[in-house]
């Protein structure tokens, strides 16, 4: 029987950043010094443990969130650490996004040269979404060009958060052998000749004492600006225990006052162990984050579970995986309660039972079956046939419903085709796996073709679907080019009634449904709401609401689906003696139909935030091919004789963009692209 892990000792983390900052090779590290590997896995050899999709492998990029478990030994103390190491590529943020909601604490990695790059940013802004607390390691101070106070000016001003330096580099660029420690104000090198597993204290170095002094007080005049009792220890200048400094940085970051910031070279072996020193010392136990929030089954009181084995059970599903073995694998986050083997849960939000058939902690994709598992831990079962990404697992008679987890839109589609016709039903088979398992993909028809559509975010989303599909259900396909998903919207309020009145299973049914629709400009979805005093039962509720979301999903002019809409259902009617639920659903989406013609639909389509780093000799051919496109050049930054352009562009005239860029550039500038709103086509 698995030991119930010691809630302080046990911390839930993920690993955050931009593309190639260094997340999977600082995992590598950490999972070798706390001997989880026996070796040291490289991303560029495709040797990486948490990069174990083939795909990852010859890519050198993380595609899937990869869980793990590993021990730390710190102040005579074994902590165990649970890690998610999430992707960096924009294409892949729903990974981070439902790992964000999972976990208690996060290290945002910056690269040393890059400082706070475009994805850096989106990561930052989800970790403040769900208030996770932080602290940063920058990476990569062996490089050429690194400036570690650099890094901290835009994390200042970009981020807009107060990072405290809790160690600063040791040396720089090919001289950079070490960290200086400003809390205990001592040195520290690693040692080549084992990886870095053996380190050595030494004095601060007469060159860096007045640097590390001047850091020093920088920290304490941060942390005396919430930490009264720090502050009149400071002005009587008191000698401040390295313990009480502790302490004061641990509750200045759960409170998400400060971000404390570390440094390194995980390439280089350099700078990981202070890194797992400070997870243990500042990021919170489950016992140290409030209690997770949720609401009854009628969505009306709120409820409170803490992280406590003997609360109701409350679980958030927050990932599925295909799984050849057990189908599907399901990732939970158990919140409070526990949960055993061959027990009996309940999903709320599909009012079905689920059983437990094997409770498993991975590694990667290595996984170790346990009996039970409890409040704190994130573990993996098998055996759930009607739950999805987003779902409550709680137990009947103790129902609590958690907030779901909020998925991108696609933005990008591709037809898809099976290379034979016998291979058709396998191919909805395959794709059905793949949405459940990804909701930042979704699979649809065109109208006038009948040809199958799958959506993502990207090309590198979609190709890396595709290829799955090669290898692991060994289906061959043919796929279109890339087409922009676009969407609709209304321009002005548009008010329509309509009755349906006819034989429905040769009994006459009569249903009306009167509908105001107005556009919404602040915010992207649709929203649903009923006439104050209107005086109607909860079924045709439910059944008007379902017939205008599913009008909702396909507007009237290319049956994209409609955004930024709300509709106010002003008024219904019935005959007591032809009243039929499917009545009213028909008429409410006929009745909304009008509505999107009479106001005056139109298209929208996806526009992108494109950073692009060049050096400045190109800058004049890249803006000059970026007004061709009728992009808007929104700020140029100069930094060490590279240029960074922030760009908005429509997703549509950038397809095979790198392509272009490269040649532009003699191949010396790079891209990179996120979605960033929505925008009424403009006819040329």
């Known amino acids: 029987m698995k030991k119930a892990p010691d809630l302080n000792k046990l911390r839930n983390i993920g690993f955050v950043a931009h593309i190639d900052a260094g997340k999977t090779t600082t995992t590598e590290r950490i999972l070798y010094y706390t001997g989880r590997s026996h070796k040291i896995g490289e991303v560029h050899d495709g040797a990486a443990v948490m990069d174990w999709m083939a795909q990852e492998q010859e890519r050198g990029i993380t595609i899937t969130a990869a869980s793990t478990s590993c021990y730390w030994d710190y102040k005579g103390d074994t902590n165990q650490i649970n890690i998610l190491d999430t992707p960096g590529h924009v294409d892949f943020t729903v990974e981070v996004e439902r790992s964000l909601r999972v976990l208690d604490g996060v290290v945002v990695i910056f690269c040393g040269v890059g400082g706070v790059e475009p994805q850096s940013e989106a990561v930052w802004r989800q970790a403040d979404k769900y208030g996770v607390p932080r ?47 400003l809390v205990r104000m001592k040195g520290v090198v690693f040692d080549s000749e084992s990886l870095g597993a053996e380190l050595a204290e030494i004095e601060v170095p007469e060159a860096y004492r007045e640097k590390a002094t001047e850091e020093r007080e920088k920290l304490l005049e941060a942390l005396t600006l919430f930490d009264d009792d720090l502050l009149e220890a400071v002005l009587n200048e008191a000698e401040i225990e390295e313990g009480r400094l502790h302490l004061s940085i641990r509750r200045s970051c759960l409170a998400n006052k400060i971000t404390p910031v570390f440094c390194g070279s995980a390439f280089k072996n350099k700078g990981i162990q202070p890194l797992l020193n400070g997870v243990i010392e500042y990021l919170p136990s ?38 050849s073995f057990a189908r599907t694998l399901n990732y939970l986050r158990i919140y409070s309660g526990v949960i055993k083997v061959g027990e009996q849960v309940y999903n709320p939000v599909k009012n079905k039972k689920e059983r437990i058939g094997k409770i498993f902690l991975l590694h990667a994709n290595k996984r170790e079956e346990v009996e039970t598992a409890t409040a704190g831990e994130i573990v993996a079962v098998v055996g759930f046939n009607f739950s999805t ?18 998925s991108p839109n696609p933005v990008i589609s591709i037809a898809i085709e099976p290379k034979t016709k016998a291979d058709q039903d396998r191919l909805n088979d395959c794709l059905s796996k793949l949405e459940v398992e990804d909701p930042s993909f979704s699979v649809g028809k065109d109208k006038e073709t009948g040809q199958i559509l799958i959506s993502g975010m990207g090309e590198l989303h979609l190709d890396i ?47 009306g449904c009167t509908l105001d629709v107005t556009p919404q400009q602040d915010d992207e979805k649709n929203s649903v ?19 205008i979301e599913e009008g909702l999903a396909s507007g009237v002019i290319s049956g994209y689906p409609v955004l930024y809409t709300k509709v106010t259902v002003a008024d219904v009617e019935s005959r ?63 930094k060490k004789g590279i240029q960074i352009l922030s760009v908005s562009v429509a997703l549509s005239t950038m397809f095979g963009y790198l392509t272009i860029l490269r040649s532009l550039s003699q191949g010396r500038a790079t891209f990179s692209m996120m979605f960033d709103h929505y925008e009424k086509v403009l006819l040329s």
């Open 529 to 547: 709401v009923f006439a104050s005093g209107l005086e109607i039962g909860e079924d045709i509720r439910q059944m008007i609401r379902e017939g």
């Open 389 to 406: 990404t987003g779902d409550t697992i709680c137990r009947k008679g103790s129902e609590i419903v958690l907030e779901r987890i909020e």
């Open 576 to 638: 007591e003696d032809e009243f039929n639920l499917s009545g009213f659903k028909i008429a409410a989406a006929l009745a909304l139909r009008k509505c999107l013609l009479q106001g005056q639909s139109v298209l929208l389509e996806p526009i992108m935030k494109v950073e692009i780093t060049t050096p400045a000799e190109f800058t004049g051919d890249i803006i000059g091919d970026l007004n061709s496109r009728k992009g808007r050049v929104k700020s140029i930054e100069d």
């Open 135 to 181: 602290i940063a390691f920058i990476n990569k101070m062996d490089r050429v060009g690194a400036d570690y106070d650099g890094v901290l000016e835009s994390m200042a001003e970009i981020l807009e958060t107060k990072p405290v330096s809790i160690n600063i580099p040791l040396g720089k660029e090919d001289d950079f052998e070490g960290v200086i420690d």
């Open 286 to 323: 489950p016992l140290d984050v409030p209690p997770v929030k949720g609401e009854d089954l009628n969505g009306k009181k709120e409820l409170l579970r803490k992280p406590d084995p003997k609360e109701p059970l409350a679980a958030l599903l927050f990932k599925i995986q295909a799984d």
């Open 465 to 511: 679907l595709v290829d799955r599909l090669k290898r692991e259900f060994k289906l061959d396909v043919n796929t279109g080019k890339p087409q922009v998903a676009y969407r609709e919207t209304v321009e002005k309020a548009a008010v329509a009634k309509e009755i349906f009145d006819k034989q429905i299973a040769g009994k006459a049914v009569y249903a």
